[in-house]
């Protein structure tokens, strides 16, 4: 392994290769406005269909549905790769303004949506079956089926397409006010003696330091901050909200649950299973908590000590190193997927290189017109660097096995679209702890998986509670800043299982945290939680049968696109995500972790 002041820069990504010369290439530009062109004639087309299908005009049918498919796939692809360029370079100004250009051709397709779901109500349910099962189409069934369903449940179309276009300048606007607003804020900052203004993301970033001091500095001063802006905060939290429960009342639906479930193909069983099995960590969550605050030598556990590190690492590993470990590690389970990571790695689909103008965190996106992907990343050496590498090319070979699907068999649900990410970093993550014999290295890593462990289980629920109990109240009318701080503080209280001290609240947290104000994705939080477990019971029969279980997790992850949660956990796994079982078995194997943790921290004092 390298020393930690001899680690080469990591290497940058190929985006030549997709349009060259970035967001001034001539090869994008053509790319976008014939995309501009489609849409306009996409609409147009959709006029001379039939209105009721028969034989004689489903071929035209299938062939609109198909051309919709490649102009998705391109506006997909337009879509990353300027999200790739603003990620490369933040002062990209042309790369911004591109981005809202983007943002037209997604209203405009939504457009189309409405048609397809109006076309789809229309049709008999005889009619309906010979064209979700003819050649073309049959993989796209359950994508298909969907839309009917849910355009069942709609307004009538002329409304929808209506709410559609005046979301663009008005419910979609709370957010993006919400991003200047987050992007805009600064405040002084106090390390090493030395005092620099700071954005709100960099403050929010040293809430992880070792230091006690720092990390409370990080919580005040992120409290002061969004303090100064919690009124207008509550403003869109509140207006985008009314849009929401407006929006679900004509369309009779009565529970704010409805779009987020629609859109996570989960059903309100799932979610309750999943949560219930949850609450059943508690003691051992506790146990966690006592014995890191022994470790801390703390009293009191507050809000800003959930992300303390504890345990001890020197060991820094080159750009290099962290690709070898990690195909080595995958190489052991599934060989198909080494090649391709050793592939993504070699034809620099990563960003990795740190250096001042690039955008903060990670993610990988899909160009599905080139049947690629880019992964962006700021990689340090740590070993935490090397789990969000693995992490992200677990995404990117999720994304590969689907390169060849039509668009609307090639999606995935937010609830399965972490399975093959966190299971990359469960690999590897094993593989380091199971490696060494030094006490610091195996305290990092079992803290690492614990500490991720209560995020999700205490964190992410509290999100959750937040969000129902705040939407059960908004439907009265306004809540006001001091109640949406109340409503955060309990629940709170109820996740995080009484371990938080009476004064280690965060009350703030509503204003703070970016995902409450993402219109096109509400409740943003039980994804998450779901995700993690169910790539736990997906690691968890992985481990039971060894190489064997490849072949299967690749059909897993293929069809991830092709069915509801509960269907594709029934077809690969066999199991019932209705039923607390399959939850209580992942808890379980995480928190099995807690034992060898508290006897660690007994040996360390």
Same mark, same amino acid.
């Given at each position: 392994?390298?020393?930690?002041?001899?680690?080469?820069?990591?290497?940058?990504?190929?985006?030549?290769?997709?349009?060259?010369?970035?967001?001034?290439?001539?090869?994008?530009?053509?790319?976008?406005?014939?995309?501009?062109?489609?849409?306009?004639?996409?609409?147009?087309?959709?006029?001379?269909?039939?209105?009721?299908?028969?034989?004689?005009?489903?071929?035209?049918?299938?062939?609109?549905?198909?051309?919709?498919?490649?102009?998705?796939?391109?506006?997909?692809?337009?879509?990353?790769?300027?999200?790739?360029?603003?990620?490369?370079?933040?002062?990209?100004?042309?790369?911004?303004?591109?981005?809202?250009?983007?943002?037209?051709?997604?209203?405009?397709?939504?457009?189309?949506?409405?048609?397809?779901?109006?076309?789809?109500?229309?049709?008999?349910?005889?009619?309906?079956?010979?064209?979700?099962?003819?050649?073309?189409?049959?993989?796209?069934?359950?994508?298909?089926?969907?839309?009917?369903?849910?355009?069942?449940?709609?307004?009538?179309?002329?409304?929808?397409?209506?709410?559609?276009?005046?979301?663009?300048?008005?419910?979609?606007?709370?957010?993006?006010?919400?991003?200047?607003?987050?992007?805009?804020?600064?405040?002084?900052?106090?390390?090493?003696?030395?005092?620099?203004?700071?954005?709100?993301?960099?403050?929010?970033?040293?809430?992880?330091?070792?230091?006690?001091?720092?990390?409370?500095?990080?919580?005040?001063?992120?409290?002061?901050?969004?303090?100064?802006?919690?009124?207008?905060?509550?403003?869109?939290?509140?207006?985008?909200?009314?849009?929401?429960?407006?929006?679900?009342?004509?369309?009779?639906?009565?529970?704010?649950?409805?779009?987020?479930?629609?859109?996570?193909?989960?059903?309100?069983?799932?979610?309750?299973?999943?949560?219930?099995?949850?609450?059943?960590?508690?003691?051992?969550?506790?146990?966690?908590?006592d014995a890191k605050k022994k470790l801390l030598g703390i009293d009191a556990y507050r809000w800003y000590d959930q992300f303390a590190p504890v345990g001890a690492s020197d060991k820094k590993y080159?750009?290099?190193?962290?690709a070898d470990l990690i195909v080595g590690n995958i190489a052991a389970f599934n060989k198909d997927q080494a090649d391709f990571t050793r592939m993504a790695i070699d034809k620099r689909w990563v960003?990795?290189?740190?250096?001042?103008?690039?955008?903060?965190?990670?993610?990988?996106?899909?160009?599905?017109?080139?049947?690629?992907?880019?992964?962006?990343?700021?990689?340090?050496?740590?070993?935490?660097?090397?789990?969000?590498?693995?992490?992200?090319?677990?995404?990117?070979?999720?994304?590969?096995?689907?390169?060849?699907? #039509?668009? *609307? &068999?090639?999606?995935?649900?937010?609830? +399965? /679209?972490? !399975?093959?990410?966190?299971?990359? %970093?469960f690999l590897v993550t094993d593989s380091e702890l199971n490696k060494t014999d030094d006490p610091q290295e195996k305290l990092m890593f079992l803290d690492m998986n614990l500490q991720n462990a209560?995020?999700?289980?205490?964190?992410?629920?509290?999100?959750?509670?937040?969000?129902?109990?705040?939407?059960?109240?908004?439907?009265?009318?306004?809540?006001?800043?001091?109640?949406?701080?109340?409503?955060?503080?309990?629940?709170?209280?109820?996740?995080?299982?009484?371990?938080?001290?009476?004064?280690?609240?965060?009350?703030?947290?509503?204003?703070?945290?970016?995902?409450?104000?993402?219109?096109?994705?509400?409740?943003?939080?039980?994804?998450?939680?779901?995700?993690?477990?169910?790539?736990?019971?997906?690691?968890?029969?992985?481990?039971?049968?060894? #190489?064997? *279980? &490849?072949?299967?997790?690749?059909?897993? +992850? /293929?069809? !991830?696109?092709?069915?509801?949660? %509960?269907?594709?956990?029934?077809?690969?796994?066999?199991?019932?995500?209705?039923?607390?079982?399959?939850?209580?078995?992942?808890?379980?194997?995480?928190?099995?972790?807690?034992?060898?943790?508290?006897?660690?921290?007994?040996?360390?004092?």
């Amino acid at each position: 392994m390298g020393s930690s002041d001899s680690i080469p820069k990591a290497p940058t990504w190929d985006l030549d290769s997709v349009f060259p010369g970035g967001s001034n290439s001539t090869e994008y530009a053509e790319f976008r406005k014939q995309i501009k062109n489609d849409l306009k004639a996409a609409v147009e087309d959709f006029k001379s269909l039939p209105e009721k299908l028969d034989d004689t005009g489903r071929p035209a049918v299938i062939a609109y549905i198909e051309k919709i498919q490649d102009l998705s796939n391109r506006i997909s692809q337009a879509h990353a790769f300027v999200e790739c360029l603003v990620a490369a370079d933040v002062s990209d100004a042309k790369a911004r303004q591109i981005f809202g250009e983007i943002d037209v051709f997604n209203s405009e397709y939504e457009k189309i949506e409405v048609l397809l779901e109006s076309f789809a109500k229309k049709q008999s349910d005889d009619e309906w079956e010979k064209l979700v099962t003819s050649d073309e189409l049959k993989d796209c069934r359950y994508y298909l089926d969907e839309t009917r369903r849910i355009a069942n449940m709609k307004m009538e179309p002329e409304f929808e397409a209506l709410a559609a276009e005046l979301a663009v300048n008005g419910y979609h606007a709370w957010n993006r006010l919400y991003g200047k607003m987050y992007g805009d804020l600064r405040s002084e900052f106090t390390e090493n003696g030395k005092t620099e203004t700071l954005s709100i993301s960099q403050v929010a970033n040293r809430m992880t330091s070792p230091d006690r001091e720092i990390r409370k500095q990080s919580f005040e001063k992120l409290e002061a901050a969004w303090e100064t802006r919690a009124s207008e905060a509550s403003m869109a939290l509140n207006f985008q909200a009314g849009y929401r429960l407006s929006l679900y009342e004509r369309r009779k639906w009565d529970s704010p649950l409805t779009e987020p479930l629609l859109q996570s193909r989960t059903k309100k069983e799932t979610l309750d299973a999943m949560w219930s099995a949850v609450a059943k960590a508690e003691p051992k969550i506790k146990q966690y908590i006592d014995a890191k605050k022994k470790l801390l030598g703390i009293d009191a556990y507050r809000w800003y000590d959930q992300f303390a590190p504890v345990g001890a690492s020197d060991k820094k590993y080159t750009y290099d190193e962290a690709a070898d470990l990690i195909v080595g590690n995958i190489a052991a389970f599934n060989k198909d997927q080494a090649d391709f990571t050793r592939m993504a790695i070699d034809k620099r689909w990563v960003e990795a290189e740190d250096r001042a103008g690039k955008g903060g965190g990670a993610f990988c996106t899909p160009l599905r017109v080139s049947k690629q992907s880019r992964v962006m990343m700021t990689y340090s050496g740590t070993f935490d660097s090397l789990s969000t590498m693995a992490h992200e090319l677990g995404h990117a070979y999720h994304q590969w096995l689907r390169r060849d699907m #039509p668009y *609307f &068999a090639g999606g995935s649900p937010m609830t +399965l /679209s972490e !399975t093959a990410s966190i299971f990359n %970093e469960f690999l590897v993550t094993d593989s380091e702890l199971n490696k060494t014999d030094d006490p610091q290295e195996k305290l990092m890593f079992l803290d690492m998986n614990l500490q991720n462990a209560a995020n999700l289980f205490c964190n992410l629920h509290a999100r959750f509670i937040f969000d129902s109990n705040f939407y059960n109240e908004r439907k009265s009318g306004l809540v006001s800043r001091e109640r949406l701080d109340e409503l955060m503080v309990e629940a709170q209280k109820e996740a995080f299982m009484g371990t938080l001290a009476d004064d280690g609240y965060h009350p703030l947290f509503w204003a703070s945290k970016l995902h409450f104000f993402l219109t096109d994705i509400p409740f943003y939080n039980y994804p998450y939680t779901f995700g993690y477990l169910f790539a736990g019971g997906v690691y968890n029969r992985a481990k039971e049968e060894g #190489p064997s *279980f &490849a072949e299967n997790y690749i059909k897993l +992850l /293929s069809g !991830t696109g092709r069915g509801s949660s %509960e269907q594709i956990a029934k077809e690969h796994m066999g199991v019932d995500l209705t039923k607390e079982d399959f939850w209580l078995e992942s808890v379980n194997r995480i928190m099995a972790d807690v034992e060898p943790f508290v006897k660690l921290v007994e040996e360390a004092k």
